[in-house]
């Protein structure tokens, strides 16, 4: 019995082939025990193409549901601005987003999310790192609100209030100074205080600077307006240095 056989050296085959499965072995590893919302997403068509196990427990959705499902189904955007978003972040031009997402409870949640291209095989499809940040974002817009209060308050006053750094320059100073000197608080800020202080009142200042925490100081003196003219003004300070 005769038997012929070829034999062809497929070393290269069999070394792609174990590098690629340790490569999918690496990504399951990276992917399925990431602490972090983890999701594979079409950038052609929007739909979820994976979910890491955090993802699923995040939105509420099982796996096999969230696989089922548009990243459209999640994202409050439409579609053509989810799109637009995608296709940034398919060409690389932008990789950190901030959007709105949809859980299975119908809460809306504010997200940050980290995203890029990630190729399989002969696809090209986007890896997304999701973060919660509603808390920050409330706690942020509880900071502004009250900052705004606190402005709106102090420019509503009658007092004098000022603010500057140890070498004397103005940091913030409320409007009825700026009234009184005829500036413009824009003109004032950025500018060392001396420089709107007659000659007879830097004896003041200097002492003004010699201030600790605790002391307090209460006095007459000159500043210079806009125009030119001296005006007298009576000062409490206290040092906060």
Request: hydrophobic fraction near 35%; proline fraction near 2%; aromatic fraction near 10%.
């Given at each position: 019995m005769d038997v012929n056989s070829s034999v062809n050296d497929i070393t290269p085959h069999k070394v792609s082939e174990y590098d690629l499965l340790r490569s999918n072995e690496r990504y399951k590893s990276l992917f399925?025990?990431?602490?972090?919302?983890?999701?594979?997403?079409?950038?052609?068509?929007?739909?979820?193409?994976?979910a890491n196990p955090i993802a699923c427990s995040y939105y509420g959705w099982a796996h096999t549901q969230l696989i089922q499902m548009n990243?459209?189904?999640?994202?409050?955007?439409?579609?053509?601005?989810?799109?637009?978003?995608?296709?940034?972040?398919?060409?690389?031009?932008?990789?950190?987003?901030?959007?709105?997402?949809?859980?299975?409870?119908?809460e809306i949640r504010e997200v940050e999310v980290h995203s890029g291209p990630i190729r399989f095989g002969n696809s090209e499809l986007l890896y997304s790192h999701v973060q919660d940040i509603t808390d920050r974002k409330l706690l942020e817009n509880s900071l502004q609100n009250s900052?705004?209060?606190?402005?709106?308050?102090?420019?509503?006053?009658?007092?004098?209030?000022?603010?500057?750094?140890s070498t004397g320059i103005i940091k913030y100073i409320?409007?009825?100074?700026?009234?009184?000197?005829?500036?413009?608080?824009?003109?004032?800020?950025?500018?060392?205080?001396?420089d709107f202080v007659g000659s007879s009142s830097v004896t003041l200042l200097e002492r003004l600077a010699?201030?600790?925490e605790k002391s307090e100081l209460e006095n007459e003196?000159?500043?210079?307006?806009?125009?030119?003219?001296?005006?007298?003004?009576?000062?409490?300070?206290?040092?906060?240095?």
């Open positions: 399925l025990n990431n602490h972090t919302v983890m999701l594979i997403i079409d950038p052609v068509s929007g739909s979820i193409e994976d990243i459209s189904d999640i994202n409050t955007l439409t579609y053509s601005e989810i799109e637009y978003e995608m296709n940034l972040s398919k060409e690389e031009e932008r990789k950190h987003f901030f959007f709105k997402h949809r859980l299975a409870n119908g900052e705004e209060k606190y402005r709106k308050l102090v420019e509503n006053i009658n007092d004098v209030i000022y603010e500057v750094d409320s409007s009825p100074i700026c009234k009184i000197l005829g500036y413009t608080s824009d003109e004032m800020t950025g500018r060392s205080f001396i010699l201030l600790d003196y000159q500043l210079f307006k806009k125009s030119g003219e001296l005006c007298w003004v009576r000062l409490s300070t206290k040092g906060d240095l």
